[in-house]
């Protein structure tokens, strides 16, 4: 099968590539890097590529101009040229509106020898051009790009000369853009043509959804709307004369045992298996329910692998034909090639850890040709998420070499041994809805991932390092690339196979409808096959799923035509694509979803339904504290609530003038509507309104840091309810929810939002809290309606079973430790089991009579008494609380030594802080970046004494001991209002 461009099969709308089947070693290559003119110049073989990025581009919109760097985009431009200011700064984002309404034009000279023009082909290649641009080439137009996420490669040979050209990329306004496609609409062409604008309080741009460009780059309701134009991506001259190699995609298939062996492996501790404990025969609902989370890991030698590759190898492919330029203009050499041929023959070899192959191949000039082969491994280690084993990566190189050895094509990619599987199995009243990598079901604790700055190319790879390794300090393993944002660079999921954070990749359409015109349903399908070949070998990444929230919406409630619509983009387009490119990984058509829609039936009658699927579910105007206002569904991809970042974060952005809590540049900064009510709300319904701090608070600092303690003891609230749900349904009870993700991971801007970690990468005190809610092994408690107490342990250890004694301990915020309640337990593996649902007068000592005066610290201590974890729930709300001043104090800093993160030297210190009465939501800050291993915690002080607790602090500044005492301050919730 060789073609170009789309094409239907059926009804679907398909990227075809021709497809070479055949049989693979490698040949020696070389790396030669030339510096000529502030250009780079990459010989592999005779392979070039000349790097067209770099800041000496020029930017003008007709009346001003400015240096510019590509990657980029315009704001950093401007920013640069000292034409804008910092964009996050006071009210700059409705400032430089301006910016978005302008038209830009980049412009380059470079120069180019004659050498690169002797090629057979001299493509543009880009990863990404942001969105609406037209590229000229010494003044000719090569072409109009309409889709930020594509991949650009065009044919450009018979427009460059010898010596110097220039390349000029004309950027139209996307504002404008959009609502101009938004009126030229047509029913009778797209079908139907939906409006879209955001709420005012986003501040932000219409019609987002008729361009194919960053859906949150016109606004959302944590980030701004500036609608950036710009080369965002790198962009390149790439010369060869036969073909190179583009993509590389992998998936993994273990090696089965025999059924002697694994009925073998049945029993042993290491494949622990509740549904052992079952019969075939029975029928009830503890059996149906281990049965649907049972392991299959014992069926699989996950040393011995079948590596399968596809090669998708670039013989010239020209994502346009621009018009011939004059026949006197530019090179009039042909290449050294003959027109007259159309293919050539090579050999492909492959290699990896333990295999290689020597294919031999014909090429057709013009097309894709793709490659499939196999290679049988042993003896390496599989992949497995954080938490769960290692991060074992290995590597798969593939060269491409013509017979007439003029050049080679070499490419390799890194990859890890596992399976995934999305598993829906019969449960009561519904199906299940989990992860199984390598047999074995994974609970998902995690987050949600949007940009982390409204301008990409700021960001460095040190920033996601950082935010990783914030990700696996809370133990959390999947995090959902969000689809309203971008597909990531390269790097986020390398880091994501680093530290084994799962991906749930999210494509790009979100919270919108869409008209879907042939041309947009093309569009679609050339996004979806560049960046899935992409990004496809990553282990990391889990899931596919077809859009954000999308399924749900009114539009397609009952409306037939409208789900044809949604039918066509996501099931017949987008899903249908991906199916082309990777089979080794589940789909989803949405999220929320039912998980079980088809192309036939794309939706649900209720996407939200708790006894299938995932849900999206968000409380805002509840009481927080009270489990039984949260859902029980099978799977959460996103809950949670706002909070604001520190007054170390925002003051660096917001005039003196607006750093107080009721400010108009609070008001415009928070973009959720009625946001600011709602945070002031949750935390007036539990504690004081921090009106009156003392020292070392001021009103504007207490406010920021008890809208994080407010967020924090609720997502460790909403968290627990869920995991206490791993094994518990019924027909007409949800539950058995094997995962949590909260809204959201990071900040893309300084302001309010749900994130764990603020923009600069300061840690937030949820993202503490998440340590402890998302550890393997929690003791957990709840008080229901303020009637009902009851503790859980939660096991995710998969063969370890934990036997011990529960300390139940009710402290009186004044008078101290007032009793304890000593309860055994036996958490069973992979389980959470109850340990004691009772009322709670039954336990609450006559000094607790009064709730509001009292919380519960809670021990779990394993049978060889060490403590297996701590927790804590409050027992009444802490606004009629009377407190002790703990008299906290940073008593010492001590430098511990140094550690390797990330390839950065980062130096550990030892802080010691005392406390002289219990002390709540204790919060350690210092003006120098980075992270505690502990932080916002529940300090237990006896009646009269004195406790000092010790935390560990990592950051990557040169700082000395004495230096970072000196910056540290220390407080609680006491310091915020007036608890004495």
């Not at 510096?35 to 770099?54: K, P, R």
């Not at 543009?124 to 003044?139: C, E, K, P, Q, V």
């Not at 060269?399 to 995934?420: A, D, I, L, M, Q």
Request: net charge negative.
């Amino acid at each position: 099968l060789i073609c170009l461009g789309t094409c239907r099969s059926g009804s679907q709308t398909l990227l075809c590539a021709p497809v070479t089947v055949c049989r693979v070693d490698m040949l020696q290559n070389s790396f030669i890097l030339y510096i000529a003119l502030a250009l780079v110049w990459t010989c592999n073989g005779s392979f070039m590529t000349l790097d067209l990025g770099g800041d000496d581009w020029m930017v003008t919109n007709g009346t001003m101009t400015t240096g510019a760097t590509v990657p980029g985009q315009i704001y950093t431009d401007l920013m640069k040229g000292g034409i804008i200011g910092e964009p996050y700064y006071g009210t700059n984002p409705d400032t430089y509106k301006w910016v978005a309404y302008s038209n830009w034009t980049y412009t380059k000279l470079f120069t180019v020898n004659e050498q690169l023009l002797r090629h057979r082909v001299v493509q543009l290649y880009s990863l990404g051009i942001d969105t609406i641009a037209d590229i000229y080439l010494n003044s000719h137009h090569i072409m109009t790009t309409a889709n930020m996420f594509h991949t650009i490669r065009v044919d450009v040979r018979s427009f460059l000369m010898p010596g110097e050209n220039e390349i000029s990329v004309s950027f139209s306004s996307k504002v404008i853009a959009a609502a101009a496609a938004a009126k030229k609409c047509s029913p009778s062409s797209s079908g139907w043509c939906p409006k879209h604008c955001p709420t005012p309080e986003q501040h932000g741009f219409c019609n987002v959804n008729y361009l194919r460009t960053e859906p949150c780059s016109f606004s959302w309701d944590w980030g701004p709307g500036f609608a950036p134009v710009g080369l965002w991506r790198d962009i390149s001259l790439r010369a060869f004369d036969t073909a190179v190699i583009q993509d590389i995609v992998v998936s993994t298939v273990p090696v089965t045992v025999s059924e002697e062996v694994a009925e073998q492996r049945r029993f042993e501790a290491q494949y622990y298996d509740a549904a052992n404990n079952f019969s075939p025969s029975n029928t009830s609902t503890d059996a149906i329910i281990a049965r649907a989370f049972s392991r299959s890991d014992r069926f699989l030698n996950l040393t011995s692998w079948t590596l399968e590759v596809d090669l998708y190898i670039d013989a010239g492919v020209s994502d346009v034909v621009p018009h011939a330029p004059p026949e006197e203009f530019g090179f009039s050499k042909m290449p050294e090639w003959s027109p007259n041929v159309h293919s050539v023959e090579g050999i492909v070899s492959i290699t990896t850890t333990g295999g290689s192959k020597l294919i031999p191949l014909e090429v057709e000039f013009g097309s894709e040709n793709r490659l499939r082969t196999k290679i049988h491994v042993h003896g390496v280690q599989p992949w497995w998420p954080n938490g769960f084993g290692g991060q074992s990566l290995y590597s798969v190189s593939a060269t491409w070499t013509p017979n007439t050895r003029r050049e080679y094509s070499t490419k390799s990619v890194r990859f890890g041994y596992r399976t995934v599987r999305l598993i829906q199995n019969p449960l009561p009243g519904g199906k299940s809805f989990f992860f199984a990598v390598n047999g074995v079901p994974i609970p998902i604790h995690g987050s949600n991932w949007i940009p982390a700055d409204a301008f990409e190319s700021r960001i460095t790879t040190q920033q996601l390092e950082t935010l990783f390794v914030a990700m696996k300090n809370s133990n959390q393993n999947m995090i959902r690339n969000w689809g309203g944002g971008i597909y990531q660079r390269d790097q986020f999921y390398d880091l994501a196979d680093k530290h084994g954070v799962m991906i749930w990749e999210d494509m790009m359409w979100a919270c919108n409808d869409y008209a879907v015109p042939p041309d947009y349903l093309q569009s679609a399908a050339k996004e979806v096959s560049d960046n899935v070949k992409r990004v496809q070998h990553h282990p990391a990444i889990a899931i596919w799923a077809g859009n954000n929230e999308n399924e749900g919406r009114k539009a397609y409630h009952n409306n037939t035509t409208n789900q044809a619509f949604y039918s066509d983009l996501y099931f017949k387009t987008v899903l249908a694509n991906i199916s082309i490119i990777d089979t080794s990984r589940p789909l989803t058509g949405s999220s929320p979803s039912d998980g079980n829609e088809t192309a036939a039936h794309p939706v649900s009658w209720n996407p939200q339904s708790q006894f299938y699927g995932d849900v999206h579910t968000y409380e805002y105007l509840v009481d927080c504290w009270d489990p039984s206002v949260y859902k029980s569904p099978r799977f959460t991809s996103e809950f949670g609530l706002q909070s604001w970042p520190s007054a170390i974060t925002m003051n660096k952005f917001f005039p003196s003038t607006d750093q107080h809590w009721n400010s108009p540049l609070m008001q415009n900064r928070n973009h959720h509507p009625n946001g600011q009510n709602e945070i002031e709300l949750g935390i007036k319904m539990h504690y004081k309104l921090p009106e009156k701090p003392t020292a070392p608070l001021d009103s504007f600092s207490a406010w920021l840091y008890m809208s994080q303690a407010y967020q924090a003891y609720c997502y460790k609230t909403e968290v627990e309810h869920f995991r206490r749900l791993r094994n518990s349904c019924t027909k007409t009870q949800p539950g058995c929810n094997m995962g949590q993700m909260f809204w959201q991971t990071n900040d893309i801007w300084p302001g309010a939002s749900w994130a764990s970690v603020d923009w600069t990468g300061r840690y937030k005190m949820v993202a503490y809290y998440a340590n402890n809610f998302y550890q393997k092994f929690v003791i957990s408690a709840y008080l229901q309606s303020q009637t009902t107490f009851g503790v859980y342990t939660i096991n995710d250890y998969l063969n370890q079973q934990f036997v011990g004694k529960v300390h139940v301990q009710f402290v009186h915020w004044v008078m101290g430790h007032v009793t304890t309640h000593v309860m055994p337990f036996t958490a069973r593996p992979a389980s959470a089991d109850k340990v004691v649902v009772t009322p709670l007068k039954s336990l609450l000592p006559h000094e607790c009579h009064d709730t509001h005066m009292c919380f519960v610290y809670l021990e779990a201590i394993g049978d060889n008494n060490q403590t297996l974890a701590t927790n804590f729930i409050f027992l009444g709300s802490l606004n009629n609380a009377t407190l002790k001043n703990p008299h906290l104090e940073v008593e010492k800093v001590a430098m511990l030594g140094q550690i390797n993160e990330g390839g950065q030297m980062k130096t550990q210190f030892s802080v010691t802080f005392s406390a002289r009465a219990t002390s709540v939501f204790t919060w350690l800050e210092t003006k120098h970046s980075g992270y505690f291993d502990a932080n916002g915690m529940v300090v237990v002080v006896p009646r009269g004494g004195m406790v000092t607790q010790h935390v560990t602090f990592t950051t990557g500044e040169g700082v000395a001991a004495a230096q970072l005492k000196a910056s540290m301050k220390i407080w609680s919730l006491f310091n915020t209002a007036p608890y004495g």
